[in-house]
């Protein structure tokens, strides 16, 4: 039963990766398509980071037309909204007995800064918490485009600065217009690391993928001091604050993991903890399936992370 389990899971992360469960007409014919979304960016009391932020949109029905869980919004119809395809180092992710935990502060704030800056914000001042207590402009004009929610109830997208040109509905979307998102443009500066999920369309992740090959080169950016696939010393949890130049993922799974252990900087149990979630990974270059803990290593060169992160695809 469990290797029958196993071969179903293999395969429907297959069909995902390459395209085969959920094609709209659009995509059938090449293109893939999207659900657009204009209004707003309104930053003021929230907490953005380098790949989540406060959207609203013009018309309070335009979250109906996503898949998942409803979104979680506020009076006004605004709603967090998380970036497809990148990953950005955590500003704010705490855990029970560590409610400020954060990955270092300097290429975490400066993957913040570049997404504001890019959407036509010009001054941003924070509380001592990174709570935004005021913005110039007060909110910029931009649009979405998206298809589905997180288990969060969050919307997962595209964003774009400006107004759009045409109506809002189900687009079909080309290269050069998700080259123009800010998702891309951020993967492309080397401030944030490529995360994909099989929910992303075959044909977005392959320009996301080629992104990321000259910042990397150029060593910008994360790039600069990521210890992902070097290795990441561990010496307490408080020092991650200082040392996590790691993709976000993993340091999420090794702070929860830490936060827990009675051993603190031991990592002797990491992989099986690692286990017991059995994250679904597909390997690109393999074609196959596997799990997260099985691309981990622990060793003497510390923790790291044994495939290059574009060859990698989470199922969702």
């Not at 950016?221 to 604050?241: C, H, I």
Request: net charge positive; charged share 25%; hydrophobic share 40%.
């Amino acid at each position: 039963m469990k290797l029958t389990r196993r071969f179903l899971c293999a395969a429907m992360l297959l069909a995902f990766v390459t395209g085969g469960v959920d094609r709209s007409a659009a995509q059938a014919r090449g293109r893939a398509e999207l659900t657009q979304i204009s209004g707003h960016f309104d930053i003021v009391g929230s907490s953005p980071d380098g790949d989540s932020l406060r959207f609203v949109p013009a018309d309070a029905n335009g979250w109906a037309a996503l898949k998942g869980r409803p979104i979680q919004s506020n009076r006004r119809g605004g709603a967090q909204v998380r970036l497809e395809g990148i990953d950005a180092l955590e500003t704010h992710f705490g855990v029970e007995g560590h409610p400020r935990a954060r990955q270092p502060r300097d290429l975490g704030d400066a993957a913040t800064n570049s997404l504001l800056s890019l959407l036509g914000f010009e001054k941003v001042d924070r509380s001592a918490s990174g709570l935004v207590v005021s913005s110039k402009p007060s909110r910029v004009p931009g649009y979405l485009l998206a298809r589905s929610t997180d288990a969060y109830g969050r919307c997962v997208g595209f964003a774009f600065a400006g107004t759009p040109t045409r109506k809002d509905g189900p687009v079909p979307i080309g290269s050069d217009e998700i080259r123009r998102s800010v998702n891309h443009q951020l993967l492309a500066d080397g401030v944030v690391y490529p995360t994909f999920y099989s929910s992303l369309y075959p044909e977005i992740r392959e320009i996301f993928a080629a992104a990321v090959k000259a910042p990397r080169k150029q060593r910008k950016g994360v790039w600069s001091k990521d210890l992902t696939a070097t290795g990441l010393k561990v010496t307490s949890l408080d020092s991650l604050q200082e040392s996590a130049y790691i993709f976000p993922k993993l340091y999420r799974r090794l702070l929860s993991y830490l936060a827990a252990s009675p051993y603190d900087h031991a990592l002797t149990y990491f992989v099986s903890h690692l286990e017991m979630r059995n994250e679904r990974v597909f390997l690109l270059s393999q074609k196959r399936s596997t799990t997260l803990a099985a691309l981990v290593e622990v060793g003497d060169q510390g923790l790291r992370l044994r495939r290059p992160l574009e060859d990698l695809v989470f199922q969702d």
